[in-house]
């Protein structure tokens, strides 16, 4: 599985973003697709994920403001970003989860740089 992370860049607070991550090679064997973000100084944490069934979760402080979602037929996955703040920035990784119980594997792709300026 190949993920292709775009979409970031320089977005006044209250603005928004739209991030995309297109997926490739065994895309049948994906059970959840997630967004995470590793803001400054901080760990990489999920912010939002949908799985393969459509149920999506997203973390406390992105939710109402996040929404992901995907284009089955273009392989992506997008993470819609409205009213942003300062604490969102951060480097976006698109994740993909993949494989059968027991054979999980996580594949990452490259991540793509959201700075909200106050």
């Known amino acids: 599985v190949q993920l292709q992370a775009c979409g970031g860049g320089l977005v006044q607070a209250g603005g928004s973003r739209r991030l995309s991550c297109v997926t490739s090679?065994?895309?049948?064997?994906?059970?959840?697709m997630g967004w995470y973000r590793r803001g400054p100084g901080r760990t990489r944490d999920l912010v939002a994920e949908?799985?393969?069934?459509?149920?999506?979760q997203y973390a406390a402080s992105v939710k109402s403001r996040f929404t992901i979602s995907r284009d089955i037929a273009k392989n992506t996955v997008y993470l819609q970003m409205n009213s942003l703040t300062p604490d969102d920035t951060g480097i976006y990784h698109c994740?993909?989860?993949?494989?059968?119980?027991?054979?999980?594997?996580?594949?990452w792709g490259q991540g793509t740089l959201v700075t909200v300026s106050s």
């Open positions: 994740n993909a989860e993949a494989g059968n119980p027991g054979e999980i594997v996580d594949y």
């Open positions: 090679g065994m895309i049948s064997s994906i059970n959840v």
């Open positions: 949908i799985t393969s069934g459509g149920r999506t």
